[in-house]
Nanobody
Framework: QVQLVESGGDLVQAGDSLRLSCAAS????????VGWFRQALGKPREFVAT????????YYIDSVKGRFTISRDNAKNTVYLQMNSLMPEDTAVYYC????????????????WGQGTQVTVSS
């Protein structure tokens, strides 16, 4: 079992940076891939990025490549999402989730979810 808590969301201006954190409980954290999803108001939840349990493999959607970086520190049971050059279209509630699959890209492959943190980017 894994419990996840996101933090770091804020109201920022376009071009600013934020680092989101996903803090996990559980001694088997390093065996789980962790992904970031986001959901804008009135829109379905969207996959953003994922990282394998060891941190060896990462994957990003095209719209965030070169701007966002996912990383993890298994010694701290924490996954990060560094977001640079933020745009208004990045505005959403951001969720982290844990999966038993190696490189999961579908929300249906994730078993555990945090409660989300709000990121708002003004123009």
């Amino acid at each position: 079992q894994v419990q996840l808590v996101e933090s770091g969301g804020d109201l920022v201006q376009a071009g600013d940076s934020l680092r989101l954190s996903c803090a996990a409980s559980g001694r088997t954290f390093s065996t789980y891939a962790v992904g970031w999803f986001r959901q804008a108001l009135g829109k379905p939840r969207e996959f953003v990025a994922t990282i394998s349990g060891s941190g060896t493999i990462t994957y990003y959607i095209d719209s965030v490549k070169g701007r966002f970086t996912i990383s993890r520190d298994n010694a701290k049971n924490t996954v990060y999402l560094q977001m640079n050059s933020l745009m208004p279209e990045d505005t959403a509630v951001y969720y982290c989730a844990a999966s038993g699959y190696t490189v999961p890209r579908s929300e249906y492959e994730y078993d555990y979810w945090g409660q989300g943190t709000q990121v708002t980017v003004s123009s």
